[in-house]
């Protein structure tokens, strides 16, 4: 039996564009997931978001759903085109909701934790040059002020960017998400300018003055592990664990970028010119806590024909329907590895879940078992690490109900509540009913 302490808290995540829905109502404008979505070929099916889980409208019942599981935080985040349709143009009717989304927790003793940007750019932004404009940092910043000026009020927990390393790496490299660039050099810009923008946010959120207020940053970290011993793999994995983690890393926590990498990429990208005086000075701003979204492991081997020489192998654990491997213990050698090489901070588990493809029992049962399975290795570990003196503060579990999963579309399912897109029918899984017990037991049998 693993007990968690009385003051670690439990929670359930969401981003906007994935569960939202009402893309054009109360004056919202576009994003580049809308634009992205409609593109042929990018999305599986041509999926949108334009009516996901429909919570816009339907945000009562859902947070009476959370109140059933019981927990004690839940973590969303802010569409920043319903906040400003167009540049400088504030929209009350769009914050409206938000407002109503925080009372309606807040009544239910639920609290709220924000996230400020969780990869919806608006596109007027985008057309403004997006992320490789340095502007974007000041545009960044000033949505962050209003909305802290609107919320500060009632909301306590405040995150700035989720996982820049997807909005700028597989957004502006990859191409397999928003924006959908294939340009190395644009993807270490804008990786640049978001964690500039997270800088320039908390350095206005400490001037605001909150009181007993957090802000944090969330960064998806998932460890590399060379396939063999030999000499070569085990430098191909340092290598993409330099892109992957140490990137986004070592700007937060040590004003510096990686070497290794920087004299790698200034051949593949040109110069760091976008690197100006005191950039790293402002990113590596002192945060509340660190965020950290775990999902799986990386296996590789060295590989002449990739631009990291490093390649990606399948390896033999089970799989999630993403095919992403189960591996808690890289979540046990992530947290280990941060405590002894970046930060004290508090640590947050801001997302970890599973895909399974759910099967609909009798139309009113999901046996997830497997969901189950997957949650309780994870939360084992926190408690194990916990005991070591990991200070692990809370878990998130992604996600509170089935959603719009990104390139996917509705074809992966990661909520705890199975959600029927045709009628928009919430059903609570076994997992949901499992992570009930958990948080209110404080316990895992
Ligand atoms: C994370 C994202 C989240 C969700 C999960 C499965 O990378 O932050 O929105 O898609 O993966």
């Known amino acids: ?45 041509g999926h949108t978001g334009d009516v996901a889980c429909d919570h816009y409208h339907r945000y009562k019942e859902d947070v009476k759903i959370l109140k059933e599981i019981g927990v004690n935080t839940y973590r969303f985040s802010i569409s920043w085109s319903r906040i400003f349709p167009e540049y400088g143009k504030y929209n009350p009717k769009g914050m409206e909701f938000y407002k109503k989304l925080i009372d309606e927790l807040i009544r239910n003793d639920i609290e709220p934790t924000v996230t400020l940007f969780h990869w919806d750019l608006p596109m007027w932004a985008y057309n403004m040059g997006g992320w490789l404009n340095r502007d974007s940092v000041k545009w960044f910043q000033e949505y962050a002020v209003k909305v802290f000026e609107e919320l500060n009020d009632s909301v306590k927990f405040w995150t700035t960017h989720n996982e820049p390393f997807c909005a700028s790496i597989l957004g502006y490299n990859l191409g397999v998400h928003a924006p959908g660039h294939k340009n190395i050099r644009e993807a270490l810009i804008a990786a640049h300018h978001i964690l500039l923008s997270h800088g320039a946010a908390v350095e206005a959120f400490r001037e605001f003055g909150f009181k007993d207020s957090k802000i944090g940053i969330i960064l998806n970290l998932s460890p590399f592990y060379p396939v063999s011993d030999s000499k070569e793999d085990i430098e191909a994995s340092y290598r993409c664990d330099g892109l992957s983690n140490r990137w986004f890393l070592d700007p937060v926590f040590k004003a510096s970028y990686p070497e290794d990498l920087k004299k790698i990429f200034i051949k593949m990208a040109g110069e760091f010119d976008f690197i100006k005086d005191g950039d790293l000075q402002k990113i590596s701003i002192k945060n509340d806590f660190l965020g950290v979204n775990y999902y799986s492991r990386n296996l590789v081997k060295f590989f002449q024909d990739s631009k990291l020489n490093c390649q990606s192998v399948k390896g033999n654990l089970k799989k999630t329907a ?20 970046y930060t004290q901070l508090p640590i947050y588990i801001t997302e970890n879940g599973a895909a399974f493809d759910d099967v609909l029992f009798e139309g009113k049962q ?64 076994d997992s949901a009913l499992w992570y009930k017990d958990v948080i209110k037991n404080r316990t895992i049998k």
């Open 1 to 45: 039996m693993v007990k968690f302490e009385k003051n670690f808290i439990f929670g359930l995540a969401t981003s906007s564009y994935q569960i939202e829905g009402a893309a054009t109502e109360d004056g919202r404008s576009p994003s580049i997931w809308d634009t992205f979505c409609k593109t042929p070929g990018k999305v599986y099916e």
């Open 322 to 341: 993403m095919g992403w491997e189960i591996y808690p213990e890289g979540l046990y050698d992530i947290i280990v590895r941060l405590r002894k090489e």
């Open 366 to 429: 999901i046996k997830d078992a497997e969901r189950i399975d997957y949650i309780k290795s994870h939360l084992m570990k926190i408690a194990d690490l916990n005991r070591q003196g990991a200070d692990i503060k809370g878990y998130y579990l992604w996600s509170l109900m089935d959603n719009f999963e990104w390139t996917y579309g509705y074809s992966k399912r990661f909520g705890i509540v199975y959600v029927d897109f045709k009628t928009q029918e919430r059903i609570l899984k």
